[in-house]
C-alpha cells in the first residue's frame, strides 16, 4: 500500500488553527497565572487562526496565483490568477485586523465577525 504525502496546506490549516492557538493558550495561562476563559481561547484562535493564517495566506496568493489555482481548487487556467490575486488583498485585510487585535482588543470584535464569516461562507460550498 502508498504511503500517502501529507500536504503542507493541511499541515499549515492544523498549525494555525488548532496548534498554535492551543499553545500560546497554555502557554499564557502558565506563564501570568491565569484559568483558562473564553476570552483568552478567543483571542489566541482570533490572532493565529484569522490573524496569521489569512495574512500569510494572501501574501502567498498574491505572489504566486497559480498555487492557489492549481493546487487547491484545481483550476487549469491562468485566467484564474486575476480572481486569486483579489482573494489575497481580501485575506491580507482580514488577516491584518486578526494580527492587529493582539495589540488593539476593541479591533476583536470585528476581526472575530470578518474571519468567522469568511471561514463560514468559504467552508459551505453550494454546487
Known sequence: MAKKKTSLYLVSILLFMLLLPIISI????????????????????LFWSVGIRLFIAGIKQIA??????????QFKSEESFVV??????????????????????AWSPPAAIAGGLYFGLAGHRTY
Open 26 to 45: 497554555v502557554v499564557q495561562a502558565h506563564n501570568l497565572h491565569i484559568s483558562y476563559n473564553w476570552q483568552l481561547v478567543g483571542k489566541w484562535f
Open 64 to 73: 504566486q496565483p497559480e498555487f492557489t489555482a492549481k493546487q487547491i481548487f
Open 84 to 105: 486569486i490575486r483579489e482573494l489575497g488583498y481580501a485575506n491580507v485585510c482580514i488577516g491584518l485586523l486578526g494580527v492587529l487585535s493582539l495589540i488593539k482588543p
